[in-house]
């Protein structure tokens, strides 16, 4: 290690000091050296907590809520406000973010054994581990051990610069991933719990909000994606119709004094995200509409809300992103002084 | 979990921990108090019964007092890092404050693995 204090010893060149009593055995070399990577990390975590102002946790219990899709649009939403953000891709083994931000293919830039992140849509920087991969269908087999160093080095060795926000997107669950960010930072300004709105999502979205807790780690509030699809239509003017729902089932609609309709079809049932919120006496963001164009745009690496920035999706994220803000402000915490 | 105030300043003398909570409430822990309440999962079980606490307790009491190193975990815990003895402990806020209120932190319940 070229930047360790710990002087490597070299059984072929016999120093003058050689075999004294100050010579540390290799066991106290390994400890030394282990310490001073303790002290560079912490270093390191201090920097971050200086250089970036917030840091919100995206989580959800179960798998394919769209989590990374709001991720992804909670940091462009940002950024589009002219804010510094950047994005962390936590999930090692299934890392999308790259594909939804259009850098698929691009690779980590690392000088001075600092890594540099990758810039997306809006100038947001990017990290993830699919940066790291020969190509997208290689897969990361490794142990638990091995994804924790991964991720301590995300976050302590890579050049965020000064930053307004850092969004940290998980993979489901409450287990290693969120657990080791929420114990290597230090001031993460809260969690932000994705659900839809069926009740096997919202059980498993209640662990999340119990995981903040055990971790003191203030929950934001939680949004609830895929709420509902809006299908629209033009008919006579002040008429009324009848729309064949989801099952044959049939939903009265009366169409407005332009000609237009609309209904929306709560494919997940409905207010799901709303109630969890309230029984858990957490806030609720908003809800994100069923959008098609919000998968295409996934696929593509074009966000819903780059593609189309005046509609519904952007909207809906433009107030979960207000919900989210205006929570944080800008008042200092008391932060643990050791003396 | 117990509703606490929140930690601001940690000031570690030679003996003791001085902690100093946000409604101005002041403990003053025994490292080996500290030590001795390790929740770690190989100190733990040790304070489940009467004959292996006096002797985790005795090996405590025979280290060296020393000054720890801290590093604070989150926004939960801290850890003590200690050149002789056990530095594994993740000690919850809530932990150290029942320490210092006097209450076991254990609640007389005896050690299970992966309980917060």
Known sequence: MSDSPVSQHNPNKPSEDANTAEDPSPQQQKQMEAQFQQMKRQMAMKKIAEDIKHKIMVLSGKGGVGKSTVATGLAISLADQGLAVGLMDIDITGPNIPKMMGLTGQRLHVEDGRIYPNIGHGGVKVISMAFLLEDEDTPVVWRGPIKLGAIQQFIADVEWGKLDHLIIDFPPGTSDEPLTVAQSLPDIDGIVIVTTPQEVALLDSRKSISFARTLNVPVLGVVENMSGYTIRGTAEPNSSMTVKGPSGVDIDVDVDAEGNWSVTLDIFKRGGGKTTAENLNVPFLGALPFDPGVVRGGDDGVHRIIAEPNGESAKAFEIVVESITSQLGGEEEDTLKII | ?116
């Open chain 2, 1 to 116: 979990m117990t509703e606490i105030p929140k930690l601001i300043e940690l000031e570690r003398t030679e003996q003791t921990a001085i902690l100093r909570w946000k409604d101005g409430t002041e403990h003053n822990i025994s490292w080996n108090d500290i030590r001795f309440f390790c929740p770690c999962a190989k100190c733990s079980p040790n304070r489940d019964d009467e004959e292996s606490a006096l002797a985790l307790r005795a090996s405590v009491d025979s280290l060296t007092a020393e000054r720890p190193g801290v590093i604070p975990i989150g926004r939960y815990a801290l850890t003590f890092e200690w050149s002789q003895g056990c530095s594994s402990g993740i000690h919850r806020f809530e932990r150290l404050w029942e320490i210092g209120e006097g209450i076991d932190p254990d609640h007389g319940k005896p050690y299970s693995h992966g309980a917060w």
